[in-house]
């Protein structure tokens, strides 16, 4: 009786392995990789760099670099409003 069981139990196991493997199998066998070249194409543009400088006289002066034109000057109009500067 418990051979039976066993043998049926065992069997039944094999049976879902045996499903389990096919359909897997079936979804890699669709499976296809698509590129998207918009997305290998973005380049992250790098925080403008800002080197403040402080003079004996209290005068301030600062070095900007960055990757973007229109950052830098953002940065620079920023400066001379929060430093107030003409």
Do not use: H
């Amino acid at each position: 009786m418990k051979k039976t069981i066993l043998t049926v139990g065992v069997f039944f196991f094999f049976v879902i392995i045996f499903l389990v493997g096919i359909t897997c199998s079936e979804s890699s066998k669709n499976f296809q990789y698509k590129t998207q070249p918009e997305i290998q194409q973005i380049k992250v543009n790098k925080p403008v760099k800002i080197k403040l400088k402080r003079s004996v006289e209290g005068k301030y002066s600062w070095d900007l670099s960055g990757d973007s034109v229109d950052e830098v000057v953002k940065a620079d109009k920023r400066l001379k409003k929060l430093l107030k500067i003409e």
